[in-house]
């Protein structure tokens, strides 16, 4: 089972790009977005139409979103995490299948000057209690764009990041409470060096240069890491300032 992860920094313009070419080559199982920034009556669904798809959309306009584009029917879709302070921006969509529950999260940005940092560590704290609540049942998928650089791999230039949004000691903490609490990073099962990333500044040629970030994850219960058979980031994949990654299943 292929499952891809993309925050494609706006869906209706991505499907004026090359979304659809990029669906038909890796021709995912489920496929899951983030920021998609539209509600679903502004998009015409061109994909293929055994894709079905489930959306949570921010009340704000034109702002976060989620969703996720699945040939495997799932059990059941619940948008938000039960929270009235987190559900209101689209940000967390969760699809129970027969074996686990796919989250599709895209965890709240600190901003620059950490405008938002005191709020993105209560959503940190409150998001994995809702991950160990759906463990309880079955094991748990979490993809998406987690908006933290783990390490200082994770980055190109960690010692100038120390104090930015996205590599703080607290958004760090908060990924290492995840792994803790069991969930596995699965990229880092297969690939223990630097140089991977997912996300890159539309500036300066970054992308060019690899001067990125790695910020998009599958992270998954423990439980599942003997089905884990590849995990993948795929930077040649262009549309978005993220790139799409995977996980591959027995």
């Not at 039960?82 to 940005?109: C, I, M």
């Amino acid at each position: 089972m292929k499952l891809i992860s993309w925050n494609v920094n706006g869906l209706r313009a991505v499907l004026k790009k090359n979304f659809l070419e990029f669906l038909a080559a890796e021709a995912p199982d489920v496929l899951c977005l983030q920021e998609t920034k539209c509600h679903p009556d502004d998009v015409e669904p061109s994909w293929p139409a055994e894709l079905a798809t489930h959306w949570n959309w921010a009340e704000k306009k034109g702002y976060s979103g989620t969703a996720i584009l699945s040939k495997v029917a799932p059990i059941k879709v619940t948008r938000g995490i039960g929270h009235a302070d987190h559900d209101n921006e689209g940000r967390v969509l969760t699809a129970e299948f027969a074996k686990f529950h796919l989250v599709n999260v895209y965890v709240p940005n600190s901003q620059r000057e950490l405008a938002r940092l005191p709020y993105r560590l209560e959503w940190d704290r409150d998001f994995l209690a809702y991950l160990k609540n759906l463990e309880k049942t079955k094991p748990v998928i979490v993809c998406g764009d987690l908006n933290v650089a783990h390490t200082e791999i994770d980055l190109a230039n960690p010692k100038s990041n120390m104090k930015n949004h996205g590599f703080t000691p607290e958004e760090r903490a908060g990924f290492n409470t995840m792994v803790e609490a069991g969930f596995v990073d699965t990229f880092r099962e297969f690939e223990k060096g630097g140089g991977h990333y997912s996300w890159w500044s539309p500036m300066m040629g970054a992308r060019k240069r690899n001067v990125g970030w790695r910020i998009d994850y599958f992270l998954i219960s423990a439980a599942l890491r003997p089905k884990l058979k590849k995990a993948f980031i795929r930077p040649e994949v262009m549309g978005s300032d993220h790139c799409p990654v995977g996980i591959e299943l027995a």
